[in-house]
């Protein structure tokens, strides 16, 4: 599967493979943000880590391209050189990208991805876990506030994803795709207000303690 990088609002490009080996070889770490929606967090690390490849990922590209485009510009204008933004599915990632990531962080995901961590659908589990290198460390933080209000009719099937139903579905899940994930907790209300995505945002104003549950994992060598 070729690799499609998002240049601009509603632009898309294939990516050589050699050019992301290349630049995936002369990075310190590389880190990719699965569901990273309009990029914003990817591009903030991007920055503060010049050494680093940093790597978004969402199946829409359309939320992307406004940060795209700024990356592209002169640095001085804004533009960095070490982010990188592709359109790709959790389920369905490009072979290219298996077994790169020193990290991977998935945030207040959405849609399918939300759906298919919460349900332990291995589909999605095992795309997360081929991104990582051996002893990779995973990291996901999962919105509980769509079950305190008002519930999307297309999440009616979707359990509350608890910190006690992470331990018992989730987590044995992931650990059949290679990563052993470690307790499950709700985020403290300084950290839950403190993630750096818009989202995030979003999802936390007027609240004083959003309800977000966060556990972290290592894939097996």
Same mark, same amino acid.
């Given at each position: 599967?070729?690799?499609?990088?998002?240049?601009?609002?509603?632009?898309?490009? /294939?990516?050589?493979?050699?050019?992301? $080996?290349?630049?995936?070889?002369?990075?310190?770490?590389?880190?990719? =943000?699965?569901?990273?929606? =309009?990029?914003?967090?990817?591009?903030?690390?991007? #920055?503060?880590?010049?050494?680093? *490849?940093?790597?978004?990922?969402?199946?829409?590209?359309?939320?992307?391209?406004?940060? +795209?485009?700024?990356?592209?510009?002169? /640095?001085?204008?804004?533009?960095? %050189?070490?982010?990188?933004?592709?359109?790709? @599915?959790?389920?369905?990632? /490009?072979?290219? *990208?298996?077994? &790169? @990531?020193?990290?991977?962080?998935?945030?207040?995901?959405?849609?399918?991805?939300?759906?298919?961590?919460?349900?332990?659908? =291995?589909?999605?589990?095992?795309?997360?876990?081929? #991104?990582?290198?051996?002893?990779?460390?995973? @990291?996901?933080?999962?919105?509980?506030?769509?079950?305190?209000?008002?519930?999307?009719?297309?999440?009616?099937?979707?359990?509350?994803? %608890?910190?006690?139903?992470?331990? $018992?579905? &989730?987590?044995?899940?992931?650990?059949? +795709?290679?990563?052993? &994930?470690?307790?499950?907790?709700?985020?403290?209300? =300084?950290?839950?207000? +403190?993630?750096?995505?818009?989202?995030?945002?979003? #999802?936390?104003?007027?609240?004083?303690?959003?309800?977000?549950?966060?556990?972290?994992? $290592?894939?097996?060598?």
């Amino acid at each position: 599967m070729t690799l499609q990088r998002v240049v601009g609002k509603g632009r898309t490009e /294939p990516m050589a493979e050699t050019e992301f $080996e290349a630049r995936h070889a002369g990075a310190a770490r590389t880190v990719v =943000d699965v569901g990273t929606g =309009d990029a914003h967090y990817p591009y903030r690390l991007a #920055l503060a880590h010049p050494e680093w *490849l940093v790597v978004g990922i969402d199946a829409l590209d359309e939320p992307m391209g406004e940060i +795209a485009r700024k990356a592209g510009r002169k /640095p001085v204008k804004g533009g960095v %050189t070490n982010l990188l933004l592709l359109r790709a @599915a959790a389920e369905s990632l /490009p072979s290219e *990208l298996r077994g &790169v @990531a020193d990290e991977v962080s998935v945030l207040l995901p959405w849609g399918r991805l939300l759906e298919g961590i919460v349900l332990a659908h =291995d589909d999605v589990l095992r795309g997360l876990a081929e #991104l990582l290198r051996a002893s990779g460390r995973l @990291a996901i933080t999962l919105n509980g506030e769509i079950w305190v209000e008002s519930l999307p009719v297309r999440y009616e099937h979707v359990p509350v994803p %608890t910190p006690e139903y992470i331990g $018992e579905v &989730v987590a044995p899940a992931f650990a059949r +795709a290679g990563v052993e &994930v470690g307790p499950a907790s709700y985020l403290p209300a =300084d950290a839950a207000l +403190a993630l750096p995505t818009t989202w995030a945002r979003k #999802l936390a104003h007027g609240r004083t303690h959003p309800r977000y549950v966060h556990f972290e994992g $290592e894939k097996r060598a």
